[in-house]
């Protein structure tokens, strides 16, 4: 040791730190453990030393002892665009402030991928995992249950499932949305939709669009479905095909509101008014839908209360609580000004 007590030439250890900061090092330990338990004035002093050495706890060792990593995995579909932020952002706020650190993986909605990232996740000791929708092989949720695993599943709702979720029914959600379309008038329907294959959020909104227009006595053959991955210009792309398409429909419902941004956009570059001319909707209620001109009738869905849900979730699952819980988050629609009856 240096004369300012500082180690040199070596990582410095927790009783480098308590040194440091004249504590114990089991009060060093119960602060970089739980926080909660030490007074303000110590904690701050034992922060200070701690970033003073460059001290890094030992979190192999820490884990061999625990046989825990405090780690969590997550594996969305998509980074490319806004839809699952808002939910990841308060799902790792949640983890972190019980001491958890979050690993993030994008499948890029490819189901071989998804089960790499899956295994290798496992296999690099994560201590559970956070998983969008339920459609997967099932040999991976008993790869999972022998591994010891727990997994959460979000953005669906099926009361049914085997599998703990948090989540809403995207098929009433959407139903609801498609219920108020006809209510307004319109029978001529388009949809803008991700691949619906090994996709239950999007089956299940096609499915609630279908059910509405069934019960409205609408010719199934008057909605028109176009799949498409996610993207503003791919919504404006597919826009152009809903235009061209011999009996024009009045409405765009979109799967998401990036989609919806991009078929207004279009629409608008090709002279359209909305909604004068064309109706369109979207799916989700992420921060573009508030600021698109015009303003995007949508779902309001609580992302943020579905990411600290599913947080508190798995971690008590971790602890061998709640191990079976089915959480639903109810959605809303957010009537703007995008949707208009239509003028035939």
Same mark, same amino acid.
């Given at each position: 040791?240096?004369?300012?007590?500082?180690?040199?030439?070596?990582?410095?250890?927790?009783?480098?730190?308590?040194?440091?900061?004249?504590?114990?090092?089991?009060?060093?330990?119960?602060?970089?453990?739980?926080?909660?338990?030490?007074?303000?004035?110590?904690?701050?002093?034992?922060?200070?030393?701690?970033?003073?050495?460059?001290?890094?706890?030992?979190?192999?060792?820490?884990?061999?002892?625990?046989?825990?990593?405090?780690?969590?995995?997550?594996?969305?579909?998509?980074?490319?665009?806004?839809?699952?932020?808002?939910?990841?952002?308060?799902?790792?706020?949640?983890?972190?402030?019980?001491?958890?650190?979050?690993?993030?993986?994008?499948?890029?909605?490819?189901?071989?991928?998804?089960?790499?990232?899956?295994?290798?996740?496992?296999?690099?000791?994560?201590?559970?995992?956070?998983?969008?929708?339920?459609?997967?092989?099932?040999?991976?949720?008993?790869?999972?249950?022998?591994?010891?695993?727990?997994?959460?599943?979000?953005?669906?709702?099926?009361?049914? +499932?085997?599998?703990?979720?948090?989540?809403? !029914? $995207?098929?009433? %959600?959407?139903?609801? &949305?498609?219920?108020?379309?006809? /209510? @307004?008038?319109?029978?001529?329907? +388009?949809?803008?939709?991700?691949?619906?294959? !090994? $996709?239950?959020? %999007?089956?299940?909104? &096609?499915?609630?669009?279908?059910? /509405? @227009?069934?019960?409205?006595?609408?010719?199934?053959?008057?909605?028109?479905?176009?799949?498409?991955?996610?993207?503003?210009?791919?919504?404006?792309?597919?826009?152009?095909?809903?235009?061209?398409?011999?009996?024009?429909?009045?409405?765009?419902?979109?799967?998401?509101?990036?989609?919806?941004?991009?078929?207004?956009?279009?629409?608008?570059?090709?002279?359209?008014?909305?909604?004068?001319?064309?109706?369109?909707?979207?799916?989700?209620?992420?921060?573009?839908?508030?600021?698109?001109?015009?303003?995007?009738?949508?779902?309001?869905?609580?992302?943020?209360?579905?990411?600290?849900?599913?947080?508190?979730?798995?971690?008590?699952?971790?602890?061998?609580?709640?191990?079976?819980?089915?959480?639903?988050?109810?959605?809303?629609?957010?009537?703007?000004?995008?949707?208009?009856?239509?003028?035939?």
């Amino acid at each position: 040791m240096n004369r300012d007590d500082t180690p040199t030439e070596r990582n410095p250890t927790l009783a480098d730190v308590a040194r440091h900061a004249k504590v114990s090092t089991a009060t060093v330990s119960r602060c970089l453990n739980s926080p909660e338990r030490v007074v303000e004035k110590t904690r701050t002093k034992v922060l200070n030393a701690v970033r003073e050495l460059g001290y890094t706890p030992n979190f192999n060792a820490r884990a061999l002892a625990a046989k825990r990593t405090n780690t969590i995995g997550a594996i969305i579909p998509t980074m490319e665009n806004a839809i699952f932020a808002r939910g990841l952002q308060a799902f790792q706020e949640e983890l972190g402030r019980n001491g958890i650190t979050l690993l993030v993986a994008s499948s890029s909605y490819q189901a071989d991928t998804e089960e790499e990232q899956i295994r290798s996740l496992v296999s690099r000791g994560a201590d559970a995992l956070f998983l969008i929708g339920y459609n997967r092989d099932p040999k991976i949720y008993d790869f999972l249950r022998r591994q010891g695993v727990p997994a959460v599943v979000a953005w669906v709702f099926d009361q049914d +499932a085997v599998v703990p979720t948090v989540g809403f !029914d $995207n098929f009433t %959600a959407m139903k609801t &949305l498609a219920e108020q379309v006809i /209510a @307004m008038g319109h029978r001529r329907i +388009a949809t803008i939709t991700a691949a619906v294959h !090994d $996709n239950d959020r %999007a089956s299940e909104r &096609l499915r609630g669009i279908r059910a /509405a @227009m069934a019960e409205a006595d609408i010719p199934a053959e008057q909605l028109s479905i176009l799949e498409t991955t996610y993207g503003i210009d791919e919504g404006g792309a597919a826009l152009e095909k809903v235009l061209g398409l011999p009996d024009r429909p009045t409405v765009v419902m979109c799967g998401n509101d990036v989609l919806a941004v991009g078929a207004i956009a279009r629409a608008k570059e090709m002279g359209l008014r909305i909604p004068d001319d064309l109706s369109v909707t979207g799916f989700d209620d992420i921060e573009i839908a508030k600021i698109s001109s015009p303003t995007l009738t949508t779902v309001h869905v609580p992302h943020r209360r579905m990411g600290k849900e599913a947080a508190t979730l798995l971690i008590d699952m971790v602890n061998d609580k709640d191990t079976n819980r089915k959480i639903l988050i109810e959605t809303s629609l957010q009537i703007r000004d995008s949707l208009a009856p239509p003028r035939d």
